[in-house]
């Protein structure tokens, strides 16, 4: 271990976690030297929470241009920087994790000997050191890169928020590993990549194809068997010796597959993650010391994804915290469903079957009372037209109130009922009328409909034009046919008395 940094509270890792098996390989103690990803204190002791440490150096962050065209996909979920000033921070060591190997960034907070406490928005890797982005708040950016001078004392700290997004990465990191390696080895599946999605969503495995409800639960009380039995996690570590290391296998696609070190890794540590008894795999993720508290939920069933030539499947799980959070959810949602519906949870599936039914029902019969409603209003329109006196086009206005989802389909409804019945109405000089439809109760912000119909295209287009310059209702028709929508309260002392007006003076040829 570094003899300059020292651990504030003991970690619960256990000695035995962090092996290096190379007798030259050391973690270095030059304060002033950094530690390269792969020995990093997140790495060797993954449950320590403080550590002391120096600064080696630090830049003004200059956030690269955004790359023109089609965006790079994001490898993992990585938070959205503030606007304002962020320095790029190098440390002896860190216990801040850089995002890689599909895990994200951790994030956490630096105290400096002033006792200013720093918030670390993000950590990466670049080449083989880990720099976290620190944000830049209340001073200038002269006197934080003062206070961050080389040699300078921090406490690197992960706050509770920190501790918990870092423990669930963790968790489900590790649950990966072990079924991924189930996977392989007992339906030979490879996994083709994984995805450590944002809290609280389940996490995904990629396999080449889908699998059956009976290999899930039996892979899922295979890894349960070893969650029990508290299997041990270990990690060791060597100097990387890249002329024996092989590139990773690529798919016909051209997609490399997994467990090979990245291109422009250059910490020259090769780190191998070790399940005892389970699973060997290189990865510079932080993982539990055990799989105790583990227990792995696999969703049961795989969402089939198909690209160009090859067709791939998803397999989510869930473990560790996670695991509660979508548990205390579901529970929640059944509960609260089963309360609406005044039964028990068991219950809730047949009761949301029995309302669905007799919501089909319901509407089938609306349906039918309108269409019989829309006969009836037709019959008395006609009537009210026929009763009208003198040589003009009778025309009529008729104003209802409805909280129906489609106010225009009844009346709708209404106008072709009318023009089933008209061949044995008595309307020589054939007729105009405007059908409006406002909800029960009104805001600025309603939705009244209009239809126009008629016999006489010209009348019926000249009513709507008048009704959208007069009224402001939006709207446009074909033939013997306009409608729009006016927004805002409809009164009958105000719009349907325009209405009347609108009618009268097209029937009288005023307009
Ligand atoms: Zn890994």
Redesign the pocket.
């Known amino acids: 271990m570094s003899g300059a940094t020292a651990v504030l509270y003991p970690s619960q890792t256990p000695s035995t976690y962090h092996r290096i098996v190379s007798s030259t390989l050391q973690v270095p103690t030059d304060t002033q030297a950094s530690v390269p990803v792969g020995l990093l204190a997140c790495q060797r002791d993954p449950l320590l929470r403080t550590l002391q440490s120096h600064v080696v150096s630090c830049t003004v962050s200059k956030p690269p241009a955004e790359p023109a065209g089609k965006k790079a996909k994001k490898a993992v979920i990585a938070p959205t920087l503030p606007k304002g000033p962020i320095l790029e921070v190098v440390l002896h060591d860190t216990i801040i994790f850089p995002e890689g190997?599909?895990?994200p960034t951790d994030t956490g907070v630096i105290t400096t000997a002033d006792n200013q406490e720093w918030n670390v928005l993000q950590a990466k890797r670049y080449g083989g050191h880990a720099v976290h982005f620190v944000q830049v708040k209340d001073v200038d950016i002269e006197t934080a890169l003062q206070t961050f001078h080389s040699g300078a004392p921090v406490t690197v700290l992960l706050d509770k928020a920190s501790w918990n997004r870092r423990y669930d990465h963790m968790s489900m990191?590790t649950s990966?590993?072990l079924l991924s390696a189930l996977l392989e080895t007992q339906l030979d599946l490879p996994t083709l990549s994984w995805s450590l999605t944002a809290h609280p969503a389940p996490c995904y495995v990629e396999i080449p194809r889908g699998m059956t409800g009976e290999e899930i639960a039996s892979i899922q009380e295979c890894a349960n068997r070893f969650v029990f039995e508290g299997r041990k996690v270990h990690v060791e570590v060597t100097e990387l010796d890249k002329t024996v290391e092989q590139p990773a296998p690529t798919l016909e696609s051209g997609r490399a597959v997994g467990k090979a070190l990245p291109d422009d890794y250059t910490g020259g540590v090769k780190r191998i993650?070790v399940i005892d008894g389970v699973d060997r795999?290189p990865?510079?993720?932080t993982?539990l010391p055990s799989l105790h508290n583990l227990q792995l939920f696999l969703l049961p069933h795989t969402d089939t994804l198909a690209r160009s030539a090859t067709t791939t499947a998803r397999l989510y799980f869930l473990a560790g915290p996670r695991l509660i959070t979508h548990l205390t959810s579901t529970h929640t949602l059944l509960t609260n469903t089963a309360s609406i519906l005044s039964c028990g949870a068991p219950l809730v599936p047949e009761r949301v079957n029995q309302v669905v039914d007799e919501r089909r029902r319901g509407d089938k019969r609306v349906d039918a009372l309108e269409g019989e409603l829309a006969r009836l209003i037709a019959a008395d329109i006609v009537q009210k037209l026929g009763a009208a006196h003198g040589g003009a086009v009778p025309v009529l206005h008729l104003h209802r109130s409805d909280d129906s989802a489609n106010p225009l389909g009844f009346l709708s409804a209404i106008s072709m009922a009318l023009s089933d019945i008209l061949p044995n109405a008595n309307l020589a000089n054939g007729f105009l009328i405007v059908l409006s439809s406002s909800p029960l109760t009104q805001t600025v912000s309603s939705v009244t409909v209009v239809l126009v119909c008629g016999t006489d295209d010209k009348l019926v287009k000249t009513s709507g034009d008048a009704l959208k310059s007069k009224l402001g209702v939006k709207g446009g028709g074909k033939g013997t046919r306009w409608s729009g929508k006016y927004t805002g309260v409809w009164k009958a002392e105000r719009e349907n008395i325009a209405v009347d007006e609108i009618l009268k003076s097209v029937s009288e040829g005023r307009i």
Request: proline share 0%; hydrophobic share 10%.
């Open positions: 190997g599909g895990q990191h990966q590993h993650v795999n990865c510079c993720g993982h």
